[in-house]
């Protein structure tokens, strides 16, 4: 059973501080990704790793760093949070590959972090 | 990228009657077609998924449907049940991506 966790389900902090959002997978999957959700926007992708150290940006990467240094762990950055970050992050993590189902996205539950 | 719309954003069935939602891609390349339900409070999850070979595939309640011609694929869900409501969201991935594309999402509701 793949199993995704993140660091915290709700987090609350103040303008300018440095966030750190952690996201762990245990199945040895070489992709993970990063997502924010907000209401009538969908998923939108922050940012994907598909192997240690390397990463791609997505959609809306501006404000957002992210860092992997293990292939189980891939952590996403806010250098200076505003309010306009207020949402639900959501993480997830897949096989590479082409075999049937191994482009499955597993979701992490998430976490709710408000910039005040 | 691509470009993925899905129609309609809200959709009220009674309880039985049949459900259909209808995404839209842009990447005529794009190979893969998944549907994933998000239930309130909880994570997406993948309730079913096509490959650009095949035109339909069923699973019990639900199917989805593949037009590649047209560039849309479509989730069905019949005989629909309250644990049905939730939002859907379709998320075609193009050829040699590693990503999904996920649409805005269509939240169904439905009434007992």
């Known amino acids: 059973d793949v199993k995704v966790t993140q660091s915290s389900r709700y987090l609350v902090k103040r303008t300018g501080e440095k966030v750190f959002l952690e996201c762990v997978q245990d199945?040895?999957?070489?992709?993970m990704f990063w997502y924010r959700q907000d209401p009538g926007l969908g998923l939108r992708l922050i940012y994907f790793s598909y192997d240690v150290k390397m990463k791609e940006k997505g959609d809306i990467p501006e404000g957002y760093s992210v860092s992997r240094e293990k292939k189980e762990r891939f952590s996403l950055i806010l250098e200076s949070a505003s309010t306009n970050q207020t949402s639900m992050y959501l993480c997830?993590?897949?096989?590479w590959g082409t075999g049937m189902g191994s482009y499955e996205q597993y979701f992490g539950p998430g976490t709710r972090l408000t910039v005040t | 990228g691509e470009n993925v719309e899905q129609h309609p954003s809200t959709l009220s069935v009674q309880e039985g009657d049949s459900a259909v939602i209808k995404c839209t891609y842009s990447d005529s390349a794009s190979n893969y077609f998944p549907w994933y339900k998000q239930e309130l409070g909880k994570r997406p999850q993948l309730i079913i998924d096509?490959?650009?070979?095949?035109g339909e595939k069923k699973d019990q309640r639900i199917a989805v449907t593949l037009n590649k011609t047209a560039k849309h694929f479509s989730l069905h869900i019949t005989e629909t049940q309250p644990e049905d409501s939730a939002v859907y969201f379709c998320?075609?991935?193009?050829?040699?991506?590693?990503?999904?594309?996920f649409g805005t999402g269509t939240r169904l509701t439905v009434i007992p």
């Open positions: 997830a993590s897949s096989l």
């Open positions: 199945m040895d999957h070489e992709n």
């Open positions: 096509i490959r650009s070979n095949v």
């Open positions: 998320a075609p991935k193009p050829a040699g991506a590693n990503n999904l594309f």
